[in-house]
């Protein structure tokens, strides 16, 4: 069974930086995409970034050149790295995985309707 667990999350101020790190288990995909997304109190789940197995990136452009998904196949550990935090990005953060095996993985990318993995969340709250 995959599993997916987050950490890392936490409180900073404005301008501050956090590091979410996912640890994942229970898999033997040869081809996927690993994401996170957020969820703010109030508002739809939204997707943040993802990277693909070739290790291309997309990102939503509101946190475009502040943060950077990268992984460590090594580890099974996908991460965040989130630089010069906004209060807008105080949210619950999940990471999530699928499969690109018999799916386009270009499509969708950002759908959480097509990520059948999904950790538990991670608290991120930034103080203005």
């Known amino acids: 069974q995959v599993q997916l667990v987050e950490s890392g999350g936490g409180s900073a101020q404005s301008g501050g930086s956090l590091r979410l790190s996912c640890t994942a288990s229970g898999y033997t995909y040869s081809s996927y995409s690993r994401a996170w997304f957020r969820q703010a109190p109030g508002k739809e789940r939204e997707g943040v970034a993802v990277i693909d197995g070739d290790g291309y990136t997309r990102y939503v452009d509101s946190v475009k050149g502040r943060f950077t998904i990268s992984r460590d196949n090594a580890k099974n550990t996908l991460y965040l790295q989130m630089n010069s935090l906004k209060p807008e990005d105080t949210a619950v953060y999940y990471c999530?995985?699928?499969?690109?095996?018999?799916?386009?993985?270009?499509?969708?990318?950002?759908?959480?309707?097509?990520?059948?993995?999904w950790g538990q969340g991670t608290q991120v709250a930034v103080a203005s």
């Open positions: 999530a995985m699928r499969s690109c095996l018999y799916d386009s993985c270009n499509l969708y990318y950002f759908s959480a309707m097509k990520y059948h993995y």
